[in-house]
Each structure stands twice: as structure tokens, then as C-alpha cells.
Nanobody, 123 residues
Framework: EVQLQASGGGLVQVGGSLRLSCAAS????????IGWFRQAPGKEREGVSC????????SYGDSVKGRFTISRDNAKNTVFLQMNSLKPEDTAVYYC????????????????WGKGTLVTVSS
């Protein structure tokens, strides 16, 4: 059974940092894209970042480029999202997802989802 567990969310002030983790199990981790998506209240789910087999194979949504960094530890079946210079508009529930493809524009392509973790950026 594919399982994804996001953690690391919390309350942070504007300009602060958080590091999210996504622990995966139940599939061959290295064969899958892992993506981070987020959903703010009343808004559509938005693609944040994707990573394939290494830290050299990544993509980012325009709103987080230069501030967020995705990485993975294949030995621990875990993907991280380092979020710096946080803004109030980053407030959302963050989800990690897995599939053989990753499309930041269309989250529907991702087959496997974990429960989200809430990030709140206060001003």
C-alpha cells in the first residue's frame, strides 16, 4: 500500500522558514516523482515543486522559485521542502504526492496523496 505522510507544518512569521518532510512507503521510491502541492482556503490546489530521482531533477512553481528548495533522501524514502522567506500568501495546507509523472499545472495527474500539513504565515 502506497503511503505518504507530510509533516513539519506550523505557524511562522513573515520572512521565516520551515522545512516540510514527506515520508513514503509501499512503493519503489526511486522510481517515482514526488511533488508538493498546496491548497489555501477557497482556492484551487496549486503545484509547488516536483523532484525525480535526484536533487538535480527538480521543478518549481513561479510563486516559490528562489525561496523554496526541494530535495530527497532516497536512503530514507523521504522528500523535503525547505521554505524560506515565507509570505502570508504561502499559507495553505501542503500535500505531498507521488506518481510516475509530475505536473505542477495539473495536480489531477498525481495518483497517490498523503494527508496534508498546515503552514500558516502570520504578518
Amino acid at each position: 500500500e502506497v503511503q505518504l505522510q507530510a509533516s513539519g507544518g506550523g505557524l511562522v512569521q513573515v520572512g521565516g522558514s520551515l522545512r516540510l518532510s514527506c515520508a513514503a512507503s509501499g512503493f519503489t521510491f526511486g522510481d517515482y516523482y514526488i511533488g508538493w502541492f498546496r491548497q489555501a482556503p477557497g482556492k484551487e490546489r496549486e503545484g509547488v515543486s516536483c523532484i525525480y530521482r535526484s536533487d538535480d531533477d527538480t521543478s518549481y512553481g513561479d510563486s516559490v522559485k528562489g525561496r523554496f528548495t526541494i530535495s530527497r533522501d532516497n536512503a530514507k524514502n523521504t522528500v523535503f521542502l525547505q521554505m524560506n522567506s515565507l509570505k502570508p500568501e504561502d499559507t495553505a495546507v501542503y500535500y505531498c504526492a507521488a506518481d510516475y509523472v509530475c505536473n505542477l499545472v495539473d495536480y489531477h495527474v498525481m495518483d497517490y496523496w498523503g494527508k496534508g500539513t498546515l503552514v500558516t504565515v502570520s504578518s
